[in-house]
Structures are given as structure tokens and as C-alpha cells.
């Protein structure tokens, strides 16, 4: 063993020491100012320097990418925390007239109450939307505080992708800033009090049967992970289903660096890997004519933190399903706590993670505007991913699993489904979920055909598909007829051919 104080005949152990962090560390932009805070080993920033460091960074994530043109209209999807908050104060920074180079886009704000899902409490609800109310009022943009009951009265056109005009809606940069110098239009400030006082916080409203509907639907699922996952897609829904029916062709997500890091290794383990480049990419395309887009992809949550602390960004802290639970209730939360532990020890886990996301591309084919609903996912409206070769070993284990369902299939399912007509006719009443011929509708592998491998997952986790809201239960009626018609189609034309 080594001695401390032991001689090695003359020889002196020189070990090399790791500089310390001091506070009298100069601002390594400036070189002047005493440095505030120590984002990584080597970058430490005053002040001053911080702030413009923080907003060049938004902003030159939106113009790299170019996406976002002159006019167009934006809705920020904000959810109370601190990397959704600094996108909106940064958003109103870029829009204020002291800004340099001004954003040009009219935005809007969206927040979710998704507090029937997560067990708050209606004080409680109340409470956290009237402080995000305050916010989103002093910020002057139109604003939607809607809870999550509402996609229980969604239409079915949102799990359609629509179509966007490239002429009109899409136009190049060029052609953008030259019809914004032509056409530059200014709102008066009665024009933008009356914006703000068309909508009011009555969205947010909710009836008491799509409430227990919604109770219904998550108490039917086993695990917190299939949990999240829904939470998510229905949260994507109706977000969606607002943008579309404000006019609005981007929505801006507060995901940021350390949050798509997590996102990423979750989606691995939850068999969406075909979907990561859309899922942590900048922009994703997927519903064709509103396109998500992710400017705080770059920023740490260190620097979130920083920056909310130093400059008072509002924000408000709303529970979630994972809140106080322990790290392996769900893969989510599980991959949080590891990539998070790792950080603390090894600074560079979530750069690394991110770098590694920008690299990816789908292997799937393009999301073409023109490819039927049928080839997109029920739920998360990707690309099928389930149609592979038959003699690769996913499709062995497709062929297990449905062995095994013909195995155990109930003789009950095998009785002829009462129609609807006949159903309402006879004087049976529709509950809150739409209509009772839902209670009939798709079973778990009736609906395996049309969601991609990770959706089959969470569906494969609920006791019953029937507290699907209606909208879902009826494209998915409506897929499998028209798969079914095909089929028809198909074999009567091959009987052609074979009589010829």
C-alpha cells in the first residue's frame, strides 16, 4: 500500500489538480465583468452577458431553421413550468419595440388543465389557472385555458392530417419579407385589447359526465407508464384541434435539451424508435398542416433555471401523474432519475444524448400530404411501423402474440355486434362517451392494426377499449370498414380475373 508521507527516494508524486471554480472568475464573453453563474467547467458569464447570450440562442434557432415565416400565426404550447415560461418571455422579448431585430409572427398562448387526469383537486385547478391566467393577461397575446375533458366532444377530422396550401401559407423567405414590407400592418391598442377579450377563461370549462369519462378512461389503465403515454397524445389532440380551428400552422413546444434527452432513451425503451426524429427533432411534420416546433432544444436545464432565477421569469408548478412517486413507477420516470444521476457525475451525459438525436432520420418513408389515414398511426398519427418483412424476427413475435389471442379468445366476441340504428331505436340511452354502440366497438386486437408498435403497448395495458374518447373509437370504425371495402373490392376483381 501507498504511504502518505512515504519516501520514494527523492521523487516527488505530482498529481494534476483540477482548477477550482472561484468567484472572482472574469465573464469569458466580455472579459470584464465579475462572472454570476458557471453554466459548464469553462463558461462562466456575467450578468449581461448571460441575458444576450440566452436570447441569441433563441433567436438564432428559429432563424437557422427558418420555418416560422413573417405574419404567420403561432401558438405557444405553455404548461406553467420554467422552460415553457422562458419560451414565452422570450417570445415577448423578441416581439418588444427596444428589441433589435424584432419576431414578426403573431403568437398566441394554449395551456391544457390536465388536472383530471392527474388527481388535482378543483381548488386546486382553479388556483393554478387563475395564476397562469395573470400571466398569460399581462403578455397581451390571445391566450386558451382548456382543460383535458374537452376531447371527450373532439371531432374525428383530428386524427385526419390535413393538407397545407404551399402558395398561400408556405411561402419562401424572400417572398415572405418582401410581402411584409408591402403589406406592414400595426395593431392599435384598442384592436389588440379586443383580441384579447375574445377569448375568455370559459374554455376551461368542463361537464361533470366527460369528467367521469375521464376518470373512466385512465383508472383502466394498469401502469403509470401507459399512463403518461395517453396523457401525452390526448394532450397532442387537442392542442392540435385549437390550432386548427384558430388558424394557427406552428405550435411551439418548451421541450428542452435535458427534457429530449430524456425523451429520446423513454421512446427507445417504449418501441418508438421509427418515430425519434420527429419526436425530438426542431420540427415535426406529421400532421401536415400544423407543424410542431421545439426553439429551447438547445438550452440546458441549468441555464432555464438561471435564467427564470435571475430575471424573474413567472412561472407556476402544477403537479403531474409521476409527481412524488418513486423512480421505477414508470420507464418515464425511471429514464429521468438515470439520465439525471448521470448528469450530476458526468456533465456531458445529456450533450452527448442530444447530439446523438440530431443525427437521427426515419426509416420510414416521408410524411407524404397526400398518404391515407390508413397508413398513419391511430393515436400518434406516425407512420405505421408494423409492416415488416415476415421473416424477420418482430414478425415472429407478432405471430406469438396472436396465437396466443386466438388461444385465449372469449366464444362471446364471436356473437353478431347490434347495430347502432337498432341500438337507438330501441330506446337505450347514450351515455357521456357518445354513442352505446361504442360499448361493442374495437377490442384490443381489433385495434392492433392500426397503431404503431408502441400505441399496441399502451392499448395492450387498459382492461377495456370502450373508455376511448369517441372520436378515436369512431375512425377507427371507419379505417376498418374501409379496410374491409378494399378487401372486397380486391377479391372481387381477382374473380374477374380468374372467370377471364
Not at 456533465?347 to 432520420?361: A, C, G, M, N
Not at 370498414?481 to 377479391?491: G, L
Request: glycine share 4%; with cysteine.
Amino acid at each position: 500500500m501507498c504511504q502518505v508521507e512515504e519516501d520514494y527516494n527523492g521523487l516527488e508524486c505530482k498529481q494534476e489538480k483540477i482548477p477550482v471554480p472561484t468567484l472572482n472568475r472574469k465573464c469569458m464573453k466580455c472579459k470584464e465583468g465579475t462572472a454570476v453563474l458557471i453554466i459548464r467547467v469553462n463558461d462562466s458569464f456575467c450578468r449581461s452577458c448571460f441575458k444576450e447570450y440566452f436570447i441569441h440562442k433563441f433567436r438564432a434557432m428559429l432563424g437557422k431553421n427558418r420555418v416560422i415565416f413573417l405574419q404567420e400565426k403561432v401558438l405557444l404550447a405553455v404548461s406553467g413550468g420554467a422552460a415553457s415560461c422562458s419560451m414565452l418571455s422570450q417570445v415577448q422579448e423578441g416581439l418588444s419595440r427596444e428589441a433589435p431585430k424584432k419576431l414578426r409572427f403573431v403568437p398566441g398562448i394554449i395551456y391544457i388543465d390536465d388536472g383530471g387526469a392527474c388527481g388535482r383537486s378543483a381548488e386546486e385547478r382553479q388556483r393554478s389557472n387563475a395564476l397562469l391566467k395573470s400571466i398569460f393577461t399581462e403578455t397581451g397575446f390571445t391566450y386558451f385555458i382548456v382543460s383535458l375533458e374537452q376531447v371527450f366532444s373532439l371531432p374525428t377530422s383530428v386524427l385526419v392530417p390535413g393538407t397545407s396550401d404551399p402558395d398561400p401559407s408556405n411561402p419562401s423567405y424572400k417572398q415572405a419579407v418582401d410581402q411584409y414590407i408591402k403589406e406592414k400592418q400595426t395593431l392599435t391598442e384598442e384592436n389588440v385589447a379586443s383580441a384579447v377579450a375574445q377569448l375568455s377563461i370559459e374554455d376551461s370549462a368542463y361537464s361533470p359526465e366527460h369528467k367521469l369519462a375521464l376518470e373512466r378512461l385512465f383508472s383502466s389503465m394498469k401502469t403509470l407508464t401507459a399512463k403518461e403515454d395517453m396523457l401525452q397524445t390526448l394532450r397532442q389532440h387537442l392542442i392540435l384541434h385549437i390550432a386548427r380551428e384558430n388558424g394557427y400552422s406552428k405550435v411551439m413546444m418548451g421541450d428542452s435539451c435535458s427534457r429530449l434527452a430524456v425523451k429520446l432513451l423513454s421512446n427507445i425503451a417504449l418501441g418508438r424508435g421509427a418515430a425519434l426524429a420527429s419526436d425530438t427533432g426542431f420540427s415535426d411534420p406529421r400532421y401536415g398542416d400544423v407543424v410542431i416546433v421545439r426553439p429551447m432544444r438547445d438550452y440546458s436545464s441549468k441555464e432555464i433555471a438561471f435564467y427564470s432565477r435571475m430575471f424573474n421569469v413567472p412561472s407556476v408548478f402544477i403537479s403531474g401523474l409521476d409527481t412524488q412517486t418513486h423512480d421505477k413507477t414508470s420507464i418515464q420516470r425511471l429514464t429521468e432519475s438515470f439520465v439525471t444521476n448521470l448528469q450530476s457525475d458526468f456533465p456531458s451525459t445529456v450533450s452527448t444524448i442530444y447530439r446523438t438525436s440530431e443525427k437521427l432520420h426515419t426509416v420510414m418513408p416521408p410524411q407524404s400530404q397526400t398518404a391515407e389515414p390508413a397508413s398513419k398511426c391511430l393515436l400518434c398519427l406516425c407512420t405505421l411501423d408494423t409492416k415488416v418483412d415476415k421473416a424477420s424476427a418482430f414478425h415472429a413475435t407478432l405471430v406469438s402474440e396472436q396465437l396466443s389471442q386466438i388461444k385465449l379468445q372469449d366464444p362471446s366476441l364471436d356473437a353478431p355486434a347490434q347495430s347502432a340504428e337498432q341500438c337507438c331505436t330501441e330506446g337505450q340511452g347514450c351515455g357521456p362517451g357518445g354513442c352505446c354502440s361504442s360499448n361493442r366497438l374495437p377490442s384490443h386486437q381489433d385495434l392492433k392494426t392500426l397503431l404503431c408498435y408502441s400505441c399496441r403497448l399502451t392499448i395492450k395495458d387498459m382492461v377495456a377499449t370502450n373508455t376511448l374518447p369517441p372520436y378515436i373509437i369512431t375512425e377507427a370504425e371507419k379505417r376498418q370498414k374501409r379496410s374491409q371495402m378494399k378487401m372486397e373490392i380486391s377479391e372481387y376483381l381477382l374473380e374477374d380475373d380468374e372467370e377471364d
